[in-house]
């Protein structure tokens, strides 16, 4: 039975939690489907910036990730502790950076100073950034959105809003972020961490090698 969201999610606290979420229907929707001989793994890409574009607005961290054809996973930490230390201003930006108001011919500053004006939204805004259900929506919205609309088609893309569990100590953690890490490899989709494509361990892979491996020179002509 799948408890309900509010009997795991801690709001306004630091907490970490794997997070999924599947394709309705279980359908390759971001990859390659044989029903319809489309191939969407484009589309894990969408994923992949996303998160990393979340990641800067939101006081959440962003501990490992994987896309697969069929569903996404990802360990989050909730920071309200960051957020508390921004100041009004910074809310209200980092708010317009995840809301531009493309129609409103205002400068920057006024729209700013229209959220800080009022304490009460800024404070309202600060708990948004921080809360994981926020978080969960604004990057299953958007990835609905532009696939409904390449697609020229209404309705689900995601089965659910997005299913999780709260992972209490140090160890649930680590064991969560191996499950996604490995994600691949156990489904037998991937031979090594380095193969398993849009994954966070990929990508701290590749940065270890960049900082740590001599870089090999192109040969003179």
């Excluded at 994987?66 to 708010?95: F, G, N, Q, Y």
């Excluded at 969960?136 to 995601?158: P, Q, S």
């Excluded at 490995?182 to 961490?193: H, Q, V």
Aim: glycine share 4%; aromatic share 10%; charged share 30%.
């Amino acid at each position: 039975m799948t408890l309900p969201r509010s009997s795991y999610v801690r709001e306004g606290e630091i907490a970490v939690y794997h997070c999924f979420n599947r394709c309705v229907r279980r359908a390759r929707l971001c990859g390659f489907d044989p029903v319809t001989g489309r191939d969407f793994s484009h589309r894990k890409t969408w994923v992949v910036d996303r998160l990393r574009f979340l990641a800067s607005v939101f006081a959440i961290d962003v501990c490992s990730f994987a896309v697969l054809d069929t569903h996404i996973h990802e360990v989050l930490r909730t920071r309200p502790d960051i957020a508390a230390a921004w100041s009004d201003r910074e809310v209200a930006l980092r708010w317009l950076t995840l809301y531009p108001k493309k129609k409103n011919k205002l400068p920057l500053d006024r729209q700013i100073s229209a959220l800080t004006d009022s304490p009460d939204t800024i404070a309202e805004l600060r708990n948004r950034l921080s809360s994981l259900s926020w978080f969960e929506a604004r990057l299953h919205e958007h990835i609905a959105r532009l696939a409904n609309k390449e697609d020229n088609v209404k309705g689900k893309f995601w089965e659910s809003r997005f299913k999780g569990e709260i992972l209490l100590d140090d160890a649930s953690i680590v064991a969560g972020m191996v499950y996604v890490d490995l994600n691949l490899i156990r489904a037998g989709l991937a031979g090594t961490p380095e193969d398993s494509d849009f994954t966070s361990i990929q990508e701290r892979i590749v940065i270890w090698q960049k900082n740590h491996l001599p870089q090999t020179s192109a040969p003179p002509d």
